[in-house]
């Protein structure tokens, strides 16, 4: 029984050397407080070329005050891209949003269903055709002349027709091309 008050007696005072830390005691709330704002107006003034004695190559911030510096600044930042794209948007959307901001004919508003061909004038060098918008404007378009939303424009106009060559770009931003043949408003009557 004597060994059992011995060994307990033991394990009490090596669980008290244990703990302590050598004659270190651990800093208080407001002594770390206090060296993490000396740190941050270190780095401060290192940043803003102010401080030249911190800029020095003999004084350096410790890894720990580094660290501290970094977690505590890194709220406050936030992403700094200057020119660069946002990564989380659309390049499509962005490039539609480009693209309807540049200069747009009247009949780069409309989509092609919502142009009538009117009359084709055909038989002579240069063939025209005339489109109608849906407000009942009238627009003389040849050849190359462009047309629809899309970033269409006139590749050939025949004697009842305009064909029309639209890019569509897909979510990926895959462009493809389609032609559209537009065909005269056949008129009743005589």
Known sequence: MRWLTVASALALVLTALGCERHGEQAPTVAQYEQQRQAMMRRS?????????????PGTTLSQAEQNAGLMSSA????YRGGDLRDPFRSFVLERTKELAEEERGPLEQFDLAQ?????VVWGTDRARAMIEDPSGRGYVIQEGTAIGKNEGYVT?????SVT??????????????????MRVRATQGG
């Open 115 to 119: 142009l009538t061909v009117v009359a």
């Open 156 to 160: 050939r106009i025949t004697d009842n």
């Open 75 to 78: 709220g406050r930042e936030g």
């Open 44 to 56: 401060q003034a290192a940043q803003s070329g102010a401080g030249r004695e911190a800029a020095r």
């Open 164 to 181: 029309v060559l639209e890019t569509y770009v897909d979510y990926l931003g895959d462009s493809t091309q389609k032609e559209i043949e």
